[in-house]
C-alpha cells in the first residue's frame, strides 16, 4: 500500500514525494475494448483477439479450432473442405477486378489452401438501395467467369436489400465446398524446422491497386489487383509433392501476418530474406511515399508454401512452369530457434522481427 512522504521544499513547507515504490506507471496495452473499432476486421493482433475472445469462447470445437482458410469434415468417408468469406471491399471496381471476382476467387483459393478440389459455392448479396442496375449486373457477369475458370459452380444464394446510405453500395458473402485430395495434410500446425517456404510471385498488388482508386492517386506505373483463382496452381504442386505441410493466402495482412499465423500455430520460427520476396517498384514506390510496408499489404492471387525441404526444387520447378508461378522463388526458412516469432534478413544485413500489425493499414481491401 502507497504511503504519503513529504520532502522539504523551497521555503521550508512541506509537499509530497512521490512513491516509487512500484516502479514507474507504464500504460497497459489495451486488449479488452467496450467497442468493435475498424481495426478489429485487419486480420493482425486485433483480429486474433476478437476470435479469441468473442467467437471461439462459444463455438470452439476439433473442426473450428485449427483456424485454417476452412474446415476439413469428413462426411460418409470423404474428406470435405468447407470455407465462407466476406467482402466489403471499396469500391467495388478496382484496376484488375472487381468485388464479383474477387469473391469468388477468395472462397475458391481458401479451398485450395485446405488442398481441396473446390466443387460449388453459394453467395450472398447485400445491396443497398440506390445501387445502378448496370453496376450490379457487371459484378454478377465477373462471378460468372470467375467461376467458369476456377472450374465451379454457384448453386444457391440469396439476396437482401438495405436503406440507402446503410450498405456501401454491395457486401457480398461467400461460402464454398470441396473435395479433399487423397492423401493429403494441410494444415498451420505441420510447419516443420527445415521447412522450405515458398511463393508464387511478386506481392503487394492488390492492396495498392485499391488505394489508388479509392484515393484517386497515380504512381509511376500502373498497379493492378492479383486477384486471380490458384486452385489449379495449387494441383500442379501437390503432384510434384503431396506432402505440402502449409500452404496459405496472404490475404488481409500479407505476408507477414500469414507468417506469424503459421508460427504461432506450430509453435516454430521463421527466416526470410527481404531480398527473395519480389515487391513491384509502382508498389516500394507508392508504399514508401504512404509510409507503408508492403509484407503487410494484402494479396488475392498468391499463395505460401510451407514444403519439406527435399521437396523443394521440384514444387518451386513445378510453380515456374505455371502462367499463375513463373515468379516464384524461394524466401526463408522454418527454425526452431525463436518458435513463434518470424525474422526477415533485410537488404543492408540486418536483421528485425516482423510482427503482427496491431492495427489496420488499409481497411476494406477485401
Do not use: W
Not at 522450405?196 to 506481392?203: A, E, K, W
Not at 509433392?241 to 520460427?269: F, K, M, Q, W, Y
Not at 526458412?333 to 513463434?340: E, I, L, M, R, T
Not at 525474422?343 to 540486418?350: E, Q, V
Request: aromatic share 4%.
Amino acid at each position: 500500500m502507497s504511503r504519503d512522504r513529504t520532502t522539504p521544499g523551497s521555503g521550508g513547507e512541506s509537499r509530497a514525494a512521490p512513491d516509487l515504490s512500484e516502479g514507474p506507471a507504464c500504460p497497459v496495452p489495451l486488449t479488452d475494448y467496450a467497442h468493435v473499432l475498424l481495426a478489429h476486421g485487419g486480420g493482425g493482433k486485433l483480429t486474433q483477439q476478437l476470435v479469441q475472445s468473442v467467437f471461439l469462447p462459444q463455438f470452439k470445437n476439433d473442426m473450428l479450432s485449427p483456424l485454417h482458410d476452412g474446415a476439413v469434415v469428413t462426411l460418409n468417408g470423404v474428406r470435405c473442405a468447407f470455407t465462407t468469406d466476406s467482402y466489403v471491399v471499396s469500391p467495388i471496381a478496382f484496376p484488375g477486378g472487381d468485388i464479383g471476382d474477387l469473391a469468388v476467387n477468395g472462397t475458391v483459393n481458401d479451398l485450395a489452401m485446405c488442398g481441396a478440389v473446390p466443387l460449388f459455392l453459394s453467395a450472398g448479396f447485400i445491396i443497398e438501395e440506390g445501387l445502378a442496375m448496370e453496376e450490379l449486373r457487371s459484378v454478377v457477369r465477373s462471378m460468372r467467369s470467375a467461376a467458369g475458370r476456377a472450374g465451379v459452380l454457384l448453386v444457391t444464394g440469396d439476396t437482401k436489400v438495405v436503406d440507402r446510405g446503410k450498405g456501401d453500395k454491395l457486401f457480398v458473402t461467400t461460402s464454398g465446398l470441396g473435395v479433399v485430395r487423397d492423401g493429403v495434410e494441410i494444415a498451420p500446425a505441420r510447419a516443420t524446422p527445415g521447412d522450405v517456404l515458398l511463393i508464387n510471385g511478386p506481392v503487394g498488388m492488390h492492396g495498392i491497386a485499391i488505394l489508388s482508386v479509392r484515393e484517386g492517386l497515380e504512381f509511376e506505373g500502373p498497379v493492378r489487383s492479383d486477384t486471380a483463382p490458384l486452385n489449379d496452381l495449387v494441383r500442379v504442386m501437390l503432384e510434384a509433392c503431396p506432402d505440402i505441410h502449409v500452404l496459405r493466402d496472404p490475404t488481409r495482412g500479407g505476408v507477414a501476418t500469414v507468417l506469424n499465423e503459421i508460427a504461432s500455430s506450430a509453435r516454430v520460427g521463421m527466416q526470410i530474406e527481404e531480398t527473395a520476396i519480389h515487391v513491384p517498384e509502382a508498389v516500394r514506390g507508392a508504399c514508401e511515399i504512404l509510409g507503408l510496408d508492403p509484407l503487410y499489404i494484402a494479396n488475392e492471387g498468391k499463395v505460401i508454401a510451407v514444403v519439406p525441404a527435399d521437396a523443394a526444387t521440384a514444387v518451386l520447378e513445378s510453380m515456374r512452369a505455371h502462367p499463375l508461378g513463373r515468379e516464384s522463388t524461394q524466401f526463408g526458412y522454418v527454425v526452431a530457434d525463436h518458435p513463434g516469432t518470424v525474422l526477415m534478413k533485410s537488404s543492408i544485413g540486418a536483421t528485425r522481427v516482423l510482427d503482427m500489425l496491431s492495427g489496420e493499414q488499409l481497411p476494406r481491401i477485401c
